[in-house]
Structures are given as C-alpha cells and as structure tokens.
C-alpha cells in the first residue's frame, strides 16, 4: 500500500464527508428512516485475523431495521485493483437480553451470482450467533454448504472473543476452513487466527461534528502475519 494514495482517499471523502454529512444527519433524524446507509474507509481490509486485497478499501453498507430484526447488504471494493471486491447479503434477529442470531451469505462480484452449485458455487451461507453483555462480545458461526467458487467446503467454523473499554478493546478468534491455512487439504485445522487489540477515538472537525475513526493491531498465528488498520466511518 502506498502511504500516498491512502492519503488522497481519506482527505477526499473527509471534505465530502464534511459537506454532506451534517444536512443529511438533520434530514435522517426528522424523517426517523428505518433504513440506515454508512461505509468505512480502512487502510487495509482485515476478516477474522486474514487481510484480503492490496491498498485500501471502501466498505459501503445498506440495512433495514425492523424491531430486533435487520437485514441488509455490506461490500468491499478495494481501491487500486479489483481483487477481493466483496457483496454480502444478512439477516439477524437480536433478543433483549442480548442474544443474537442470523445468517450471512458471501458473495465475490466477478463469479456466477447464480451459481448454488456445490463445485463451483459463489455462494458461502454462514450462521452467526452471538451474544453481548456489558463489554463482553461472543461469537459462533458456521458455514453451512460447500461451494467450490467460495472457497468453503462445509462445516468451517469460527468463535470469538472480544472485550471492549470505553476506547479500546480486545479480541481472540480461531476457526478452521476459510480461516486457517490446511496442511492437508483433506483435514480440518483448527487454529487461533486471530489476536488483536482496538481502539477507537473521534476527531472533532466542528463543534457538532466529529469523525469516528477505529484501529487494530492484529496477529494471526496461524499465517505467523501481522497487521495493522485504520479506518473511518460515515
């Protein structure tokens, strides 16, 4: 990633972000929309310990709240090429004592969107439960199907832990599958891949507007990487 390029991105979309943000914050509040539309701007694009693509990202996000319940669309479109670009679908279901419980399905633009096929497959459905109390966040998810186009054969999983202070946090992930790298292609490892710290902090731009920007420090110690990420949101 070229230090140069992430920094053109980040002062263009602040400028934007600075015009447009305020007008459309009043405009949202009165109207009481049950859509929600944002995005992040991120130096590096980061999932569960593994970083995809090369350069930054734009993450762009459309859900509809219903109650509890929400469903949407989030992507992932790096800057410099178009590798790793992302369109997933989901749909959850909070309870109010803090459980959670949905599905996503994974999708990588330049495949077959209609390709459900178990060897070339575009599609990876993931069940996700979680569960959140005071700063404790945890969570289990299980890809359902194997897909030959997506990468997953079935039965990958992953579980995290994560802990959260007012301004930074921690977290601990392991899985198998899409997660860890397989010495055999036939066996299923399962590995810690990801260990990170957070934190977050917002940079004040007027008296009534702020940025919220987030970052981690991450080490996979099954790929024996390390990374780290900034990023925005809007």
């Given amino acids: 990633m070229k230090r140069s390029q992430l920094t053109t991105g980040v002062l263009t979309l ?4 600075m015009i447009i943000l305020p007008d459309n914050l009043n405009a949202q509040e009165e109207s009481s929309s049950p859509f929600s539309v944002g995005g ?7 999932w ?14 459309v859900e509809l709240g219903l109650g509890n319940f929400s469903i949407g669309g989030w992507g992932s479109y790096c800057f410099t090429t178009n590798e790793a670009a992302e369109a997933d679908l989901y749909f959850s ?3 109010d004592f803090g459980l959670s419980i949905g599905m996503t399905d994974y999708y990588f633009p330049g495949s077959d969107y209609f390709d459900y096929s178990t060897e070339t497959g575009s599609h990876a459905f993931e069940i996700n439960l979680g569960y959140e109390t005071g700063g404790l966040a945890l969570g289990a998810n299980y890809f359902v199907n194997e897909a030959g186009g997506a990468g997953t054969m079935g039965g990958d999983m992953y579980f995290e832990a994560a802990y959260s202070f007012d301004s930074f946090g921690f977290v601990l992930g392991a ?4 997660h860890t790298m397989e010495a055999d292609p036939d066996e299923s490892d399962f590995n810690v891949c990801n ?9 004040k731009v007027t008296d009534s507007f702020s940025i919220p920007v ?4 991450i080490l ?15």
């Fill in 48 to 61: 569960r310990g593994t970083k995809f693509g090369t350069g930054p990202a734009i993450q762009p996000y």
């Fill in 175 to 178: 899985g198998n599958g899409w």
């Fill in 220 to 234: 996979n110690p099954d790929t024996r990487q390390f990374h780290v990420v900034v990023g925005i949101s809007f």
């Fill in 14 to 17: 602040l400028i934007a972000t």
């Fill in 214 to 217: 987030n970052g981690a420090l």
């Fill in 93 to 95: 279901y909070g309870f």
């Fill in 40 to 46: 992040d701007l991120v130096s590096s694009y980061l």
């Fill in 195 to 203: 260990i990170g710290v957070t934190a977050t902090k917002e940079i």
